[in-house]
């Protein structure tokens, strides 16, 4: 059985979207494409949101959000209950979003980062596990 992700981007990702999709693909992951599809301009919110509705109540799905700078998309994916959703910019940040925080969506912001590093990036997140212990307790704390 295929991994299923979903995705959603604004305009300003919309390129790293399709990379990304591109590589995962390659990797035999099923991708629901939420949008955006094209580099016309529109509003974050509505591709982020639909990302956060498929991954809410799903234990082991991830999911992915890109936006220009990271920030709106990834306010927008965090207000749904349940979504822990981790703006990064490195490799590590990656990683320790999973191992620490039990993040399950990926926010990439597009205007800083090459694609090279993304897909980095990408990778980390999917193939890193929730180290559960001491973390627990804290990640139960997140939600108000």
Known sequence: MKRTIPIGCDHAGYDLKLAVIRHLESRGFELEDKG?????????????????DRVEGEDDMLGIVICGSGNGINMTVNKHKGIRSALCWTVEIAKLARQHNNANILALPARFIEEELAIKMVDAFINTEFEGGRHQRRVDKISC
């Open 36 to 52: 955006c599809h094209s580099t016309e301009s529109i509003d974050y919110p509505d591709f982020g949101h639909p990302v956060a």
